[in-house]
């Protein structure tokens, strides 16, 4: 929507639970947590809703994508082994590195 509030529109299904967006630093894409596939996976899109892709695929959670700076790159939160950590993913390529982990 525009900032005064008009030219609202569905971005994602009302059907499907997609939550915590997250605009991109240049404004053109939005990254958001979504449970379509059964599990919370994050997914990214252009900023008109077009262009949906999965960037996670485990069986633990994904949650709560963040935007580095550079808008090539999220920061999410995993679950992994029962723990939660931190991780940062390279949103072309798909991979997932920790940023920290949990003392087991």
Same mark, same amino acid.
């Given at each position: 929507?525009?900032?005064?509030?008009?030219?609202?529109?569905? +971005? &994602?299904?009302? &059907? +499907?639970?997609?939550? !915590?967006?997250?605009?991109?630093?240049?404004?053109?894409?939005?990254?958001?947590?979504?449970?379509?596939?059964?599990?919370?996976?994050?997914?990214?899109?252009?900023?008109?809703?077009?262009?949906?892709? !999965?960037?996670?695929?485990?069986?633990?959670?994904?949650?709560?994508?963040?935007?580095?700076?550079?808008? !090539?790159?999220?920061?999410?939160?995993?679950?992994?082994?029962?723990?939660?950590? +931190?991780?940062?993913?390279?949103?072309?390529?798909?991979?997932?590195?920790?940023?920290?982990?949990?003392?087991?």
């Amino acid at each position: 929507m525009a900032v005064d509030g008009s030219d609202e529109r569905r +971005l &994602t299904l009302n &059907t +499907l639970m997609d939550i !915590r967006p997250a605009v991109s630093p240049d404004g053109k894409q939005i990254a958001f947590v979504s449970t379509r596939t059964g599990n919370y996976e994050v997914f990214v899109m252009n900023i008109d809703g077009g262009n949906v892709r !999965r960037v996670t695929n485990s069986e633990e959670r994904d949650d709560y994508p963040t935007w580095h700076p550079n808008g !090539r790159q999220l920061v999410i939160v995993s679950e992994q082994d029962g723990e939660f950590d +931190l991780y940062m993913i390279d949103v072309s390529a798909r991979v997932e590195q920790p940023i920290n982990a949990s003392p087991r």
